[in-house]
């Protein structure tokens, strides 16, 4: 069993980690009261990753039937956390908040199983405890140019004219902006020279049976030459990821907190892998968790004054499925 570090000592053993050029996998909790940090060298066979182009695995055949089933929650009970989510964006208390709920799902893979069926551009298998396949990149930093790409927007890319009514949504649109906001103003606490890059592009990605677009943007900033020597401290001023709290981030959280009715525990948190020279990091967004005899899949988005409630009851549901 692996033993996970509070905040403090988390935190203290990747800047050490990095300090020696050491290429290591870190995992934190969305909370980051739980952390994992540890050589690439020193894990085990129960933890398997990919993150960009690196992995320590073998492709498997996936030539197993599988059956995939989910028993979200009903719309009645979202709707009452949706409500009162409205009510503290309509008191002034937090302008986005992206909502979540855990969802059961049945399945006759096992989550190694599901890891390895699974396709997407960072996948994390932690020890039969939970796996993600995320698309959304956290940071990264090569050289001294950190780079973020929050995503916020999906549609079902089967919709006629899917990518010019998802561009064109005015609340999708000020959604958008105020991530991207809120993450230039991360980077600005820790780096110089913050630039949006490239803003509101759209990418195809597969959901089960469906394709969905979603819309990300790329921002960037220069770090100081000494970052390697900081790194535990420049992923705290970051965390947690604002494409899944919400801005204002701090009084977001603490309503997230108050108003969705279970732990998030692992989803939504960051993992990557530090290569002795360049970080690469993720959301855990696309989670699946095990909860004893049961598989919970943990899904969200994210809710603005403007929102509609069974359009985010859709989205939450749309976002369960397994990348084939």
């Known amino acids: 069993m692996e033993v ?7 935190f203290r053993k990747i800047t050490k980690l990095a300090k020696k050029r050491e290429s290591f996998l870190f995992v934190t909790s969305f909370d980051q009261n739980r952390i994992f940090a540890k050589s690439l060298e020193a894990l085990d066979g129960d933890i398997l990753y990919k993150v960009a182009s690196q992995r320590n695995y073998k492709a498997q055949k996936r030539d197993k039937k599988f059956y995939f089933t989910k028993h979200p929650i009903p719309f009645d009970r979202y709707k009452i956390s949706f409500d009162k989510v409205i009510e503290e964006i309509k008191s002034g208390n937090s302008y986005l908040l992206n909502l979540t709920f855990a969802t059961e799902i049945e399945t006759n893979l096992t ?11 960072y996948k ?25 790409y929050p995503m916020k927007g ?24 105020m991530i991207v906001d809120l993450m230039r103003n991360d ?8 630039e949006v890059e490239k803003f509101r592009f759209v990418e195809k990605i597969r959901a089960g049976k469906k394709e969905l677009l979603q819309v990300s943007s790329h921002i960037s900033a220069k770090l100081e030459d000494s970052w390697r020597d900081n790194l535990g ?55 699946i968790q095990k909860d004893r005899d049961k598989l919970v899949y943990k899904s969200g988005g994210g809710i603005t004054i403007d929102s509609v409630a069974k359009d985010e ?9 397994i990348p084939l």
């Open 187 to 194: 980077l600005g606490i820790i780096a110089s020279d913050v």
């Open 233 to 287: 401290s420049i992923l705290s001023s970051l965390l947690p990821a604002g494409s899944i709290t919400g801005t204002p981030k701090k009084s977001t959280t603490n309503i997230i907190e108050s108003i969705e009715d279970y732990d998030r525990e692992f989803y939504t948190g960051v993992f990557g892998i530090f290569d002795g020279e360049s970080l690469y990091s993720a959301v855990m967004i696309r989670f």
């Open 111 to 121: 989550l190694k199983e599901i890891f390895n069926y699974s396709k997407a551009k």
């Open 4 to 10: 996970w570090l509070d905040r403090e000592s988390g």
């Open 124 to 148: 994390l298998y932690f020890k039969d405890e939970f796996i993600c396949f995320s698309p959304e990149m956290f940071v990264k930093i090569e050289k001294n140019t950190i780079s973020t």
């Open 313 to 321: 009851y859709e989205e939450l549901l749309d976002k369960i499925y």
């Open 154 to 177: 999906t549609i079902d890319a089967n919709i006629p004219n899917a990518k010019e009514k998802i561009l064109k949504n005015p609340k999708e649109l000020a959604e958008h902006i």
